[in-house]
């Protein structure tokens, strides 16, 4: 058999991240199914994918910023300020009785703070060149202060009923949610694989020097970058209070280190330039699975935390190991006979651009 036996393989768009991720969602699905039968249940996958939606948004957002070469830190207030807003409005209309006008009017003043926030975080990263953990540390606290200086600590009711529909709503028996969360992954799929966009977001964070000597805008990138962070962080914070029925500023405040082993267990490399939102998605769906087997078992918090380690550990030594022995390469060696016997040796031919000819005979000559 040849290497164009195998061609195939080299010719396969799985990434080995993802690879990794669909075994180890099969592994984990085995063993949960085994110790515990509700874990079938209907119900239960009902739940999961109820609960994937939050940290799966939040987990794009922290893949979205990873990819250029920064992180957001502060994807939870500007959640919680964006929920609250859109509450605000909605008890300042009346949206509760009132028609969809309301409604839309609500939903989009939380995107607009959401994309206010976004823009914030890009400036400050950009005019003020200050690196993004600290620009992001600060307005996450910039945020949570104008949030619970604005609400005195207590949540915000008042939402109408087709808001509501947005956290605990089905669709033909697939949790609303969690179609927010694959719709919004997919859109941010193809933004980053096929626009140019996308493109510039990944030679920015790649090598941003390099970029900016091909004539890449790196500020603006990185600014269009951090807005649309914002702008996805203002629909988890709707999704988060659309099933809750409330809006409050101290929600979710766990969800940044767990949205970042989500990013990093899914293929998202921390130094920027390379990401995969098909692993995010299904790195968060496995961490999901664990959570709700855990707790179907009777374990603690504290065990899910221990297993969440755990598996971060694991994969990234996977790919350290699989690093060296990878799979398409295997596949692609092609396949060696018996072993001969070696060739005779042979006279060394004459070096390039040297003669032949003797030196006696060349001297006489």
């Not at 099933?243 to 969800?255: H, I, L, V």
């Not at 004459?350 to 032949?356: D, E, H, L, N, Y």
Request: hydrophobic fraction near 55%; glycine fraction near 10%; charged fraction near 10%.
């Amino acid at each position: 058999m040849t290497r164009q036996s195998f061609a195939w393989a080299r010719a396969l768009p799985v990434q080995p991240s993802s690879l990794r991720l669909i075994g180890l969602a099969v592994a984990v699905w085995l063993v949960l199914s085994l110790c515990t039968p509700m874990f079938n249940s209907v119900l239960n996958y009902q739940s999961m994918a109820f609960q994937v939606a939050e940290v799966g948004l939040f987990a794009l957002v922290i893949a979205l910023s990873m990819l250029t070469s920064g992180i957001d830190l502060s994807i939870v207030s500007v959640a919680n300020l964006s929920a609250i807003v859109t509450a605000k409005v909605f008890v300042a209309t009346g949206a509760t009785n009132g028609g969809i006008g309301a409604l839309l009017l609500g939903v989009a003043a939380g995107l607009l703070v959401g994309a206010v926030c976004g823009l914030v975080n890009g400036l400050i990263i950009t005019r003020l060149n200050v690196s993004p953990i600290l620009a992001t540390l600060g307005t996450m606290q910039l945020f949570n202060g104008i949030a619970v200086g604005w609400t005195n600590g207590e949540a915000v009711y008042g939402m109408p009923p087709a808001f509501l529909a947005l956290g605990s709503g089905t669709v033909f028996g697939v949790p609303t949610p969690f179609i927010v969360f694959v719709a919004v992954a997919a859109l941010i799929g193809v933004l980053i694989a096929r626009s140019g966009l996308g493109f510039r977001i990944r030679m920015s964070g790649a090598n941003e020097v390099a970029s900016r000597f091909a004539g890449v805008p790196t500020r603006a990138v990185l600014v269009k970058a951090y807005l649309l962070c914002g702008l996805i962080a203002a629909v988890a914070g709707m999704v988060v209070s659309a099933r809750t029925a409330s809006a409050n500023a101290d929600y979710g405040q766990s969800y940044v280190l767990l949205a970042i082993v989500i990013a990093v267990l899914g293929g998202t490399d921390p130094n920027g330039g390379r990401t995969s939102i098909p692993g995010v998605a299904l790195a968060a769906i496995v961490l999901q699975m664990v959570a709700s087997g855990f707790n179907l078992l009777g374990l603690s918090q504290f065990t899910y935390q221990i297993a969440q380690g755990v598996i971060l550990i694991a994969v990234m030594g996977l790919a350290t190991l699989t690093g060296r022995l990878h799979w398409r390469r295997i596949l692609a060696r092609p396949f060696s006979g018996p072993p001969t016997a070696p060739a005779e040796p042979t006279a060394d031919p004459a070096p390039v651009g040297r003669s032949t000819t003797p030196i006696a005979e060349r001297q006489s000559s």
